[in-house]
Structures are given as C-alpha cells and as structure tokens.
C-alpha cells in the first residue's frame, strides 16, 4: 500500500531563524505516521498492523503523528510496527503523539489540543512559545539530558503543507567522537567504484561512516588503521552513533 500524501517535512534550525512567532516542542523519537482515518501509513506508505482496540479510540479524521513508547524506545518501536500480525502485549505502552492535523487550515498548538479529545492512545503534543535562540539552546540541553533527542520548531499560524517546508523545523544536538578505520565499503550508484563508506572502529564497536566526504577524498586510497573524527547526533538503543558524518582526517 503507498501513501498517496506526503506528510510535512522539516527543515533545519538556526538561531537567526528563532524568535518571537515560533513555538517549540519536544522531538520525539518515534515511527512517524499518518492517520487516514482507517489506517496508519508510514512515509514509506506502508501501513501499520495496529490491534482493533488501538485503531477503535482514534478518531475519523486525518492525524499527523508518531507512534511513541518513550525515550530510547525508537529501535523496539520499528521491529513492532513492521509485524504482520500486532501482538496485543507489545502495544499496551504504544501511544500516538500529535503533531498536528492536515484537514485544518489553522495555528499548531493550543488549538488543537481543543479540538482533539485526548485518551489514553492518542495525545496531543504541547508547544510552547520560543522567544530566542538562548532559551531554545537552554530547552534543547535540559531535553537532551535526560535522554531526549532534540527539539521541533512551528511558525505560529502556518498552515500544514505537503513535504519540506520552512515553517517547520528542527535541531538536534551534535557530538564528536574519534574511530580508527578498519575497512571501506564501495560505493554504489553515483558513487560506484568509489569509497561509499568508512567501517570506523569505536569504543569496541564497528560502524559505518559513509557522509562528510567529498567525490576527490572518495577517489583516495583509503588509511586503514588511520584515526578518523566523526560528528553524530545520538546513539541508538545499542550504542551506535545515528548519522555519523566525517568532520577530520582522511583526506582533509
């Protein structure tokens, strides 16, 4: 089954952009979702096998949002929704977050929380308001200390738009770590017969770094053994750096 909308994409924070006429809210790593009103879709357009008893307190009216079971959760949460058939145990913590709703033309925020009827499987995402960049900094370290992964921006009254857009956006903390390369993989499609990415050993673990590079680096003999630097966001539920990119070394 393929999703015939494209739910709203968001574009990249920065402080310039921050200020009076934003809200704020908590980014949550969670199985984004669209509900049609029958159905849960993901943005690959598959739907989501989701027990009848969970489907029964929705309501029938177009939802964005994720399917959530707290902080660290994101890994267990993609093997569940990926089931064929739901297993009614796995569900029981399983909540759908609302972000906003694509059949309204109207501000994100405290008026939706008015017009939707929270329960105990769907609730409505809180905003906030954003009077400048210091406080988003000072919200984005107290969320990320105990374990949240970033913060999502709204412009006040914006409408909700299909794909990307720049009323909606997002920041995510960055950390750095350093790895010693013990491997590459080959690159495929426009990178075929290029380095596609780097196999980085890192506090004992392997993991592949495949961004940050430009096409002449590509092109150079890889340094096995060499350190390489790497930025990421968060580590997954196993330790695994998320989107680990090159920021040093290799090339330059």
Not at 44 to 69: C, I, K, Q, S, T
Not at 74 to 87: D, E, H, K, L, T
Request: glycine share 14%; charged share 30%.
């Amino acid at each position: 089954m393929k999703n015939p909308m494209k739910l709203m994409i968001a574009g990249e924070w920065t402080d310039e952009l921050v200020g009076r006429g934003w809200l704020v809210s908590e980014k949550i790593d969670d199985v984004r979702v669209l509900w049609n009103g029958e159905d849960l879709i993901t943005r690959e357009g598959n739907m989501v096998r989701a027990p009848a008893w969970f489907l029964d307190e929705l309501p029938v009216m177009r939802l964005d949002g994720g399917l959530y079971a707290g902080r660290g959760t994101f890994q267990r949460m993609s093997g569940i929704v990926r089931r064929a058939c739901p297993v009614d145990a796995e569900w029981q913590d399983i909540t759908l977050q609302v972000f906003d709703t694509p059949d309204e033309t109207r501000t994100v925020g405290l008026a939706l929380e008015d017009r939707l009827l929270e329960n105990e499987i769907m609730r409505v995402v809180r905003y906030r308001e954003c009077p400048d960049g210091a406080s988003a900094q000072k919200l984005l370290h107290s969320v990320t200390s105990v374990g949240g992964e970033g913060l999502m921006f709204r412009r006040v009254g914006s409408p909700y738009v299909e794909g990307l857009t720049g009323d909606l956006l997002k920041l995510k903390p960055y950390r750095e770590g350093v790895g010693v390369i013990r491997g590459w993989k080959r690159g495929e499609g426009e990178l075929d017969g290029l380095m596609g990415a780097l196999y980085v050993e890192w506090n004992g673990k392997v993991i592949k770094v495949g961004g940050g590079f430009s096409r002449d680096e590509r092109m150079l003999k890889v340094p096995i053994g060499e350190e390489v630097e790497f930025s990421y966001q968060l580590l997954s539920d196993a330790g695994i750096p998320k989107t680990p990119v090159k920021i040093g070394r290799y090339g330059l």
